[in-house]
């Protein structure tokens, strides 16, 4: 429960801010930009949402990061746990995914791990920096993903641990 555990992370997509919680006391509020289409859960790999629900932090990498977006990725990245068993089970009864990805992201999340992305879900959330500062007219800007300053994802990076887990709320 937010109240015991040692820290959980709330993002807050309308008031594009991630409140930073240990032991139930905020401890830190941060700036945050969000997906291209920021209004609304992500249903499907290309439709430019991020995701809302509860997620963990599965994998984190420090930059920096090959690629043709490289640079949009910051100094640093962490992997959300998306598909959460929610987003598989809703997927399966609307018949995006199948009985057995269903399963097998299911499978994934219970025991901890990160759950596959390469099902009509899509994958690949999580949170990064970006390519300098953020543009001043908009901050939907990625393709699924939170953004924060990379300055603040320096310090992020060091203090939030595999495993935390995150709210994502509307």
């Not at 598989?88 to 995006?96: G, L, S, T």
Request: charged share 25%; glycine share 10%.
């Amino acid at each position: 429960t937010p109240g015991t555990s040692a820290k959980i992370l709330v993002a807050v997509k309308h008031e594009y801010k991630m409140y930073v919680y240990e032991f139930g006391k905020l401890k830190h509020t941060y700036e945050i930009a969000l997906s291209q289409s920021p209004v609304g859960h992500k249903e499907k790999q290309g439709d430019n949402r991020l995701p809302e629900g509860e997620y963990r932090i599965t994998e984190k990498s420090r930059g920096p990061f090959g690629g043709d977006y490289a640079a949009y990725f910051g100094p640093a990245w962490m992997r959300l746990s998306y598909p959460n068993n929610f987003d598989a089970q809703d997927a399966m009864n609307k018949k995006i995914i199948s009985k057995k990805e269903c399963a097998s992201i299911v499978a994934a999340n219970n025991a901890s791990k990160q759950p596959s992305k390469s099902t009509a879900l899509g994958g690949g959330i999580g949170i990064h920096g970006w390519n300098g500062d953020w543009p001043a007219f908009s901050r939907d800007l990625t393709w699924g993903c939170i953004s924060m300053k990379n300055k603040d994802l320096d310090k992020f990076y060091e203090t939030v641990e595999e495993q935390t887990h995150i709210l994502i709320l509307p």
